[in-house]
């Protein structure tokens, strides 16, 4: 059973950026795929990003490509999203996600999920 936790959300200006994480527990976190999701207000959570167990598969929505990164360190547990130029659209609440086999933008597929980290872009 793998727990998900993220951090390093915040209140941020348009044009800004952060760096989220989300640390793994309780699994061999080099054997997940891990995801990035997100959920604003009165919309269905959508796909971010996507990496694969070794980093060397990235996927992107075309919402973020460009301006956003997801890497991850095996040997810290911990994969990161990487947000620059921040748009008040890309406000939401943000997911990590965990799947040993999958690597892409559905959902459904991933096993493991966190509690979310709030990003709030101002204009």
């Known amino acids: 059973q793998v727990q998900l936790v993220e951090s390093g959300g915040g209140l941020v200006q348009v044009g800004g950026s952060l760096r989220l994480s989300c640390a793994a527990s309780?699994?061999?976190?080099?054997?997940?795929?891990m995801g990035w999701f997100r959920q604003a207000p009165g919309k269905e959570r959508e796909f971010v990003a996507a990496i694969s167990w070794s980093g060397g598969r990235t996927l992107y929505a075309d919402s973020v490509k460009g301006r956003f990164t997801i890497s991850r360190d095996n040997a810290k547990n911990t994969v990161y999203l990487k947000m620059n130029s921040l748009k008040p659209e890309d406000t939401a609440v943000y997911y990590c996600?965990?799947?040993?086999?999958?690597?892409?933008?559905?959902?459904?597929?991933?096993?493991?999920w966190g509690q979310g980290t709030q990003v709030t872009v101002s204009s």
């Open positions: 996600a965990a799947d040993q086999n999958y690597v892409g933008e559905y959902e459904n597929e991933y096993d493991y």
């Open positions: 309780g699994g061999t976190f080099s054997k997940y795929c």
